[in-house]
């Protein structure tokens, strides 16, 4: 099987029920230089986010997809592979994400969890928020939530196919790095598996205004890689030492609010550093 794509090539890629092809996990993949095609018996409600981690384990390590588009491209067509309406389709996939992360049937699920616990106050602003999986859960709790991504897809996919009915959280489409939001915004502030998309000096133009929106808490999460994945958009990795080292960046800077800050750092299910103002 050829899955070396052309030089500035753009692969075509679906998905489809059953199909042969080489097997990947719980996939079958045909590819060549100018496509994808990829095979799943998987049911409505085994396409949802628990089922995104094994589909990058299975196909980007093993080289089949390229790119972050390649892999953003194969999770449309996986969760549009079924009869039915764009969404349908996608109300289907918030449905079955929903019950994977609250059944803890998810590898996200103990990383939701442990945002939720470090909640504090009535209000939060979670910042790259995506398909807006812990906003939801956050409004869910009681929690007015704004959920902020710079990508207007994806916030579309939240006001259209979150379940009806549920509480939902507000979706504002900003560029994370210089919100026009108040200051003190909300109690708690999110950045969870935000910055490992972002070099050094875009990540900390985040964290300054993500402190800025922070009335009371920021709460930063990050994976632990030894190698930033780039078919995931990830442009740098994080470890225990890094973490401390942003910390203690953040300390400084809270020499000159009245009050300062307090920083933690510890591992758990990847990296955390907790800000309390």
Not at 30 to 49: F, K, M
Not at 95 to 100: D, E, L, P, Q
Not at 190 to 207: K, N, Q, R, S, T
Not at 234 to 245: C, E, G, I, S, W
Request: aromatic share 6%; charged share 25%; glycine share 8%.
């Amino acid at each position: 099987m050829e899955t070396t794509a052309r030089p500035g090539a753009t692969r075509e890629i679906s998905a489809i029920r059953g199909g042969p092809g080489r097997r990947f996990g719980a996939f079958t993949v045909v590819a060549d230089a100018h496509r994808v095609r990829i095979g799943h018996d998987l049911s409505h409600d085994e396409v949802s986010e628990a089922v995104i981690p094994a589909m990058s384990r299975d196909l980007l390590d093993t080289g089949v997809l390229h790119t972050v588009d390649e892999f953003h491209r194969a999770v449309t067509a996986l969760v549009t592979s079924r009869d039915g309406s764009w969404q349908e389709c996608w109300s289907d996939y918030y449905r079955s994400s929903i019950a994977a992360l609250t059944n803890g049937h998810c590898p996200f699920s103990p990383v939701h969890d442990r945002a939720v616990a470090e909640m504090v106050g009535d209000s939060a602003v979670e910042i790259g928020c995506c398909f807006g999986f812990l906003s939801l859960r956050l409004a869910r709790e009681g929690v007015r939530t704004i959920a902020v991504d710079l990508d207007p897809s994806v916030l579309g996919l939240l006001r259209t196919c979150a379940p009806v009915g549920a509480a939902r959280p507000t979706p504002v489409c900003l560029d994370a790095r210089t919100t026009p939001l108040a200051p003190a915004a909300a109690d708690t502030v999110y950045l969870v598996h935000v910055l490992e998309h972002l070099d050094e000096d875009a990540g900390w133009d985040m964290v300054r205004d993500a402190l800025r929106l922070a009335r009371r808490r920021l709460v930063i999460a990050v994976p632990f890689e030894a190698v930033a994945v780039a078919q995931y958009g990830h442009v740098r990795t994080f470890d225990v030492p890094t973490l401390t080292a942003l910390a203690t960046r953040i300390e400084m800077l809270g020499h000159s609010w009245p009050r300062g800050v307090r920083t933690r750092v510890d591992q758990h299910h990847g990296g955390w550093l907790v800000v309390d103002k």
